[in-house]
Nanobody, 125 residues
Framework: VQLQASGGGLVQTGDSLRLSCAVS????????MGWFRQAPGKEREFVAA????????LYADSVKGRFTISRDNAKITVYLQMNSLKPEDTAVYYC???????????????????WGQGTQVTVSS
């Protein structure tokens, strides 16, 4: 399974970005998909996850109401629409897929089976 994230960049406070993560490999359309981020000197933290059918989503409190996760199973791609960006959103963003079921335990990065390479998001003040 391979994951290719894209869409990062340098933006100003209040701007928007949309990240994409194209997934290839066997049976991936049946996987739960998620986004994490890691800022310099900090641990990787959960951002959002979406169930196999896109019927359920889970968000970190820090992004709730500003970020939206979605997926296109025909394209096997997961998206992260990020609005009202803040400097504290600056991080490398990683997409990941999991064979698990969407519960609150999916905030744990160890629950994910495959990871993308990351895309840098920098928000200037």
């Amino acid at each position: 399974v391979q994951l290719q994230a894209s869409g990062g960049g340098l933006v100003q406070t209040g701007d928007s970005l949309r990240l994409s993560c194209a997934v290839s490999g066997r049976v991936v359309s049946s996987y739960l998909m998620g986004w994490f981020r890691q800022a310099p000197g900090k641990e990787r933290e959960f951002v959002a996850a979406i169930s196999r059918t896109a019927g359920s989503t889970l968000y970190a409190d820090s992004v709730k109401g500003r970020f939206t996760i979605s997926r296109d199973n025909a394209k096997i791609t997961v998206y992260l629409q990020m609005n009202s960006l803040k400097p504290e959103d600056t991080a490398v963003y990683y997409c990941a897929v999991s064979r698990g079921v969407l519960t609150t335990s999916m905030v744990n990065p160890t629950k994910y089976d495959f990871w993308g390479q990351g895309t840098q998001v920098t928000v200037s003040s």
